[in-house]
């Protein structure tokens, strides 16, 4: 393979620890595992963080639920994970939370069944949950960011009647997320806490959850009793302004394949989209776009080697990347450079291509290699 994604889970580690040090005191902290772990492989950072004592996790879908709960309980148990019944655990309690909620009959009895936890997001999720009212289940309230959750007002209006079918469940969490948290001063922030607060007085003894990253760091009064980082973890940082309070966690990197020395003139990529100015040493790097380098660096990007930032010339291409490694007089054909990690932040890089970290890491490809690395700091 040409292309790589060094992964620091000694980084994930940190990171999580100033989540938790960050919280309240008897206050918990979770870790949200969505999308593959954000890249970074959904099984290795689960089980990573679970050893740091991470007992609340938090994903998608269901299929997602499903399959970390089969990991943890095959870490937890390798030889009997298999002869466990539903609802039976090996080793420390472990939640895994589902945002999409039930999506039907079939979907609630599978989640009931393997036990992992739904998080209803309106009233017809509720009523599908009535027939596994015993298992916990967790209630979203959609405080203004407009996507997942009963709206404000439609739960006010459903906790007036009795017949709602919300008195019947098994209640373990109350949640909301904040639009606005990555700009801790937005008067968004505290209208959402507000309404979340007077709904909250409808579930007496429910645990909250509010926090994500950035919220988790900001104060006690925004995280709720259970915070569920993302982007922190995996070394984005979780506030739009300021620097990176941190580590980053995974390294996206290409392989040189082919080393060659361009004249002045020299037409670079699809449409012969770039012509050299002077002549330069040009390196065809093993990554592309399908392997999650951003498209829109064409042209305008760089890539680092070593000390060195190697512009990126032309087009990308699906597998492959042409940088100008001029600068880089030591580089050599079987070298490796790096689209983001250590050496570019992934928040640099992501800002260059007019978008965010969270994309960033999500889009690595699925044929990189993935291995264990130790990464310093950008």
Known sequence: MTGRLRIDLEALTANYELFRSAAAPGHETGAVVKANGYGVGMTAAALRLHQAGC??????????ALDLRAALDQAAAPVTAQSLSPGERSGPATDVYFFEGVTGADAAAAAAAHDVIPILNDL??????????????????????TRLGVMSDELTAALSMSSSGLEALNLTLLMSHFACADDPQHPMNAAQL????????????????????????????????????????YGGNPFAEGPSPVRPVAALEGQVLQLKEAPAGT????????RLDAPARLAVVGIGYEDGVPWSLSDCGVMAAGEARCPILGRISMDSTVIDT????????????????????VDEVAAA??????ELLTRAGNRLARVPATLGRC
């Open 267 to 274: 037409t670079v990529g699809y449409s012969a989209s770039r």
């Open 353 to 358: 291509a007019g978008t965010f970290a969270y």
């Open 55 to 64: 007992r609340s996790f938090f994903v998608a879908t269901l299929d997602e």
């Open 194 to 233: 507000k309404r979340f607060e007077a709904l909250r007085a409808n579930f007496p003894g429910i645990r909250t959850s509010l926090g994500n990253s950035a919220a988790c760091l900001t104060g006690p009064e925004w995280q709720g009793q259970l915070g569920r980082p993302g982007i922190g973890l």
């Open 124 to 145: 017809a999720q509720v009523a599908l949950w009535i027939p596994h009212r015993e298992r916990p289940a967790a209630l979203h309230i959609d405080t203004g960011m």
């Open 326 to 345: 001029s600068a880089a007089t030591a580089l050599k054909v079987g070298d490796w450079v790096q689209c983001y990690g250590d050496l570019l932040s």
